[in-house]
């Protein structure tokens, strides 16, 4: 995971200037900078906290973005050990996110919070998507063809849509700001006026060789589509993120077809 490229794309997104939150958040240009180009290591705990304010997403999920552990979990963790065991002992059996699902209804069911849940759902990248918006094991040369598969099935789902103008557009916003998050996913997106968000998934047959923020080759492109601008089109883009650093593009290496790469989505979405 390269959070210093999710931190740049959420940040352009969301319409602010490296100048701007550097200086609402009490850093210099010049670390954001090189915090957002991995030069700098990730961000305190704090100070992600305080680039998620900003940013108008939950600070869960860019700590998730950071592999951060809560502040919450860690003091919990402090003030009853035995957690930590049960945790280990999760951690041996290899639960799975649809597994941990099961646990946590138990737990609604035999313990139930006393308030409701703080944290802020994020919107599911697989309520976006269907069979034929997916495309697995593209044949491609570039990126560029990649994303005109992907603008030829997101405009299946708004019709009007310029497939060509979609495409280009994409295009241009990547030549503006890179859409890659790193372990091989690439979030390319698109504003649409008035338009229901959707999504096309694209895995590639062959890893492709982009400038991509950790080196790694391209495997998976998630292109989105929102008629509308603000905290649920950036938290979509973050929970891409998140799922890139939860191997999403390896989990999906092997998908025989759409079907395959739902059903696997679904499970990492299982607890979001």
Not at 23 to 39: K, N, Q
Not at 96 to 104: C, D, E, H, K, N
Not at 214 to 220: A, I, N
Request: contains cysteine; aromatic residues 2%; proline residues 6%.
């Amino acid at each position: 995971m390269h959070l210093g490229a999710t931190l740049r794309l959420l940040r352009v997104d969301a319409g602010l200037s490296l100048r701007d939150l550097a200086r609402r958040i009490g850093v210099s240009s010049a670390y954001l900078s090189r915090v957002e180009h991995g030069v700098d290591a990730p961000p305190t705990q704090e100070r992600l906290t305080a680039i998620a304010r900003e940013l108008d997403v939950p600070p869960a999920l860019l700590m998730d973005v950071a592999n951060r552990v809560s502040p919450y979990v860690a003091g919990y963790l402090e003030d009853v050990p035995a957690a930590g065991t049960l945790l280990l002992d999760i951690a041996r059996r290899k639960l799975t996110g649809a597994q941990l699902a099961r646990v946590r209804a138990f737990l609604d069911a035999e313990f139930p919070l006393r308030e409701a849940r703080g944290d802020e759902p994020v919107p599911a990248l697989g309520a976006l998507l269907c069979a034929e918006r997916v495309v697995v094991q593209l044949s491609c040369e570039d990126y560029a063809d990649a994303l005109d598969v992907a603008s030829g099935r997101l405009a299946s789902a708004l019709p009007g849509l310029d497939v060509a103008g979609l495409a280009e557009g994409l295009r241009q916003r990547e030549d503006e700001t890179p859409s890659q998050v790193g372990n091989g996913v690439a979030v390319p997106h698109a504003f649409v006026p008035g338009a229901a968000p959707v999504a096309a998934l694209v895995t590639l047959a062959r890893p492709l060789k982009t400038d991509a923020p950790d080196g790694q080759p391209l495997r998976l492109v998630v292109a989105l589509v929102d008629g509308h601008l603000g905290r649920a089109r950036l938290m979509r883009l973050a929970h891409v993120a998140r799922l890139a650093g939860r191997g999403l593009a390896h989990r999906l290496q092997g998908a025989e077809d759409s079907r395959q790469v739902l059903e696997t989505l679904a499970e990492l979405e299982a607890l979001r």
